[in-house]
């Protein structure tokens, strides 16, 4: 993975605001875009989203990157629910989920 490809995702990650939440995902299809504006290359996907977090991610609200069913990584669920909920991001009834028809973000660009 290069490092242009993991500087997009972080930055896409960073600017996710509080309460709100994207997914791999959605995550891959923005730096994809963002990386063609540049002239680079579209390149990932979801799993290549969650391998820069799980590599790199430490330093950006990881919390608020969840799978296409609004779940958190499941070896970090309870850290990222925590924040979540300090946050005040909508979340299933069950607590255990993020309820994405109401928290999911799309960066204005």
């Known amino acids: 993975m290069d490092e242009a490809y993991l500087e997009a995702v972080l930055d ?3 600017t996710i605001p509080p309460g709100r939440a994207m997914t791999y995902g ?3 299809e923005v730096v994809a ?4 504006a540049e ?3 579209a390149r990932g996907g979801p799993r290549q989203v969650g391998q820069v977090m799980s590599r790199g991610g430490s330093g ?3 919390w ?3 799978n296409a069913a609004g779940s958190p990584p499941a070896h970090h669920a309870r850290a990222a629910l925590e924040h979540l909920r300090a946050e005040g991001t909508p979340l299933s009834a069950d607590g255990t989920r993020v309820a994405l028809r109401r928290a999911i973000w799309f ?3």
């Not at 875009?33 to 063609?36: N, T």
């Open 12 to 14: 896409v990650v960073d």
């Open 26 to 28: 959605t995550i891959a």
């Open 33 to 36: 875009d963002r990386l063609v």
């Open 39 to 41: 002239g680079l290359p």
């Open 60 to 62: 950006v609200p990881w």
């Open 64 to 66: 608020r990157v969840v």
């Open 107 to 109: 960066p204005d660009d």
